[in-house]
């Protein structure tokens, strides 16, 4: 493996472009499904508004500027749970993607509904700049993206929370940080934002809940793929390594005949060397899409199929072996998994246009709709301040991706998408990254009243504030300093949905940290404002309702720092055999790494 990292260098944090991107299409924050709401216990007087109603706020366009004038922002919002002046509000984002469908976030089965209900809160989901409805202008050309930076969506949340008239059902209720505590939410990317306000502006909001949050740009992120090959299954990645190996040595070092009966394996003999080692990156890419709930919904996934197919010998049964089938039987197999897969299946008739990247003039680059499908403002963002693209190692790494994917080929996609503005993107990224990890402080954050969480699987552990390195710099003490807390055996945003807590107490455990702790900080804000109303004391918890499976929801109360089990009965008897099945697929040897039973969880101290 590669030598230790110093603060010094620059390091990465992931997304890649349009269709792999494991923050697109198959999000782990997709909305829960729409579910009318029950009747509130602690509704406001009024009636309360239709949670999945668009409300608009006009947002300043340029924030250093502000005589550029404005666009309209969408929002939704809830004052289902309001009890009153004085009482929190709880805003988040969807971050890169339309705000379509994240109302269901304000109601049941998210961690901010949680939140609405044990604080007696109001709920807003603030659409980000330049995704769905809140495009300041109708093209996505350079010069139009100029304003879509990290900087102006945190002053977007300042200038909403200090500016808004929210539609109260109630009236005209004010709202302002001066006379109301907001608290601010997010992962994965949101999470970044969370972080990075509440550090600039520590008295803008009671609290902040960062989870799963890249706070460290970097060009060269192949560091995402070490979490993925320490959690998945041993036999498939030591497979995989070897596969890789083999491809690598190939493509460097093969003749003309040999590389393309290799890519003719894939079916992908068409494509350039670094567009063919990009694709083989799928089915890998979506092992940061793994929920707790993913093995109860469909037994299995689409990652743990793929490392099946990668372990069936010759007389099709699994190879259980931790060293795996071997070569050339991986290499076989993997390339029969991939021709299988549901994303070569759409590809196949489009070759090689659906992986290539070679041709600057291909739909994919020259699309400037907002609404487009080819990801072209989060391209910007990542081309201009973030990076976070999935490399591979070098070919001294034991690594399950090709070194054949370098930071030029994402620089070569940065100069396509966006050639007028070749003077915005750096040749190798080191201005741009380097100057977003001084401005915004990455590892070195200091924010006050920040509640932060990660997975131990989780690909991006190693641009947040929990990196894998850090065990190596004790004297950093970043987790003494930040309220950090790391979900074993967890991935991508595992504390965000609720269902995720009922199967697994180690996430039960941090949700309910979570809101103790921010309530805690409620506490003090209301401290700190004596002629505020403080109605915390009188917020509901969760109980009874009923989720999308029938499944009672578990109790998450912020008044008792217990965690309630009301699944127990239809939940417990089945926690050993579906840990234990968990384990085999994961190729865990070690007990101890089992995810802890519900009456093995310890009460909240």
């Known amino acids: 493996m590669r030598p230790p990292i110093t603060l010094l260098q620059v390091l990465s944090a992931s997304i890649i472009f349009s269709s792999a991107s494991a923050l697109n299409s198959q999000d782990l924050r997709q909305p829960s499904s729409l579910r009318t709401p029950e009747a509130p216990n602690h509704a406001s007087p009024a009636t309360v508004n239709e949670y999945h109603t668009e409300y608009y706020f006009h947002q300043l366009i340029d924030h250093e500027n502000p005589s550029l004038g404005t666009f309209k922002q969408r929002y939704f919002f809830s004052d289902q749970h309001y009890r009153g002046p004085g009482s929190p509000i709880v805003i988040g984002t969807p971050g890169e993607k339309s705000a379509d469908g994240y109302h269901a976030d304000l109601t049941e089965g998210s961690i901010m509904s949680a939140m609405l209900e044990n604080w007696g809160a109001a709920g807003v989901v603030l659409e980000h700049r330049y995704w769905g409805k809140s495009s300041p202008y109708d093209t996505l050309t350079a010069k139009n993206l100029t304003f ?22 109630s009236g005209g209720l004010q709202s302002t940080p001066s006379v109301t505590p907001w608290v601010n939410i997010g992962c994965s990317y949101p999470g970044l934002l969370v972080a990075f306000t509440q550090e600039k502006y520590p008295d803008l909001f009671a609290a902040g809940y960062a989870s799963s949050a ?61 567009d063919f080692a990009y694709a083989l990156q799928y089915p890998l890419n979506t092992w940061q899409d793994l929920q707790a709930d993913t093995y109860s919904r469909e037994l299995t996934s689409g990652f743990y199929k793929f490392c099946d197919t990668i372990e069936t010998k010759a007389d099709n049964t699994i190879n259980m072996d931790v060293r795996g089938v071997g070569m050339p039987l991986a290499l076989e197999n993997w390339a029969k998994a991939f021709k299988a897969s549901a994303r070569y299946k759409e590809c196949r008739s489009i070759l090689p246009a659906c992986f290539s990247t070679a041709n600057p003039k291909a739909e994919k680059f020259t699309v400037k709709e907002v609404l487009d499908q080819h990801s072209r403002a989060w391209t910007w963002m990542l081309c201009t301040q973030l990076g976070w693209f999935q490399v591979g190692g070098s070919s001294l790494d034991s690594s399950i991706v090709s070194s054949q994917v370098t930071p030029a080929y994402f620089q070569r996609q940065c100069s396509n998408y966006f050639p007028p503005a070749r003077d915005h993107i750096a040749s190798d990224f080191s201005d741009p990254i380097g100057k977003f990890n001084r401005q915004f402080e990455g590892w070195n954050i200091m924010a006050e009243r920040l509640f932060v969480v ?26 003494d300093i930040l309220d950090i807390h790391v979900i074993p055996n967890a991935t991508h945003c595992w504390d965000y949905r609720l269902v995720n807590g009922e199967l697994d107490p180690n996430v039960k455990k941090v949700q309910t940290k979570a809101l103790v702790r921010i309530r805690e900080w409620l506490q003090d804000w209301y401290t700190s404002h004596p002629d505020v109303p403080n109605n915390l004391s009188n917020a509901a918890g969760i109980s009874g309702k009923e989720n999308a499976a029938g499944a009672t929801l578990n109790n998450i109360s912020g008044a008792h720092a217990t965690v309630s089990t009301d699944l127990k009965d239809t939940f417990e008897a089945n926690l050993v055999d579906t840990v234990e099945a968990m384990a085999v697929m994961k190729g865990w040897e070690d007990p101890s790494r089992f995810p802890e039973t519900p009456e093995s969880v310890p009460p909240e101290q």
């Open 214 to 274: 890249p706070v460290n740009a970097d060009g060269d992120f192949w560091e995402y793929w070490e979490p993925i090959e320490e959690g998945m299954p041993k036999n498939c990645s030591a497979d995989l390594s070897e596969a890789v190996a083999h491809i690598d040595k190939v493509l460097s070092t093969g003749t003309t005949i040999e590389v393309k009966a290799l890519k003719r394996k894939f079916g992908l003999q068409v494509l350039a060397n670094d």
């Open 454 to 479: 990660n997975g131990q699987f989780d690909p991006w552990r190693s641009v947040s504030l929990s990196p894998l390195w850090m065990d190596r710099y004790p004297e950093l003490n970043i987790e």
């Open 148 to 169: 879509l930076t990290v900087n102006q969506a945190i002053e977007d949340y300042k200038y909403f929370v200090e500016n808004v008239d929210l539609p109260w059902a």
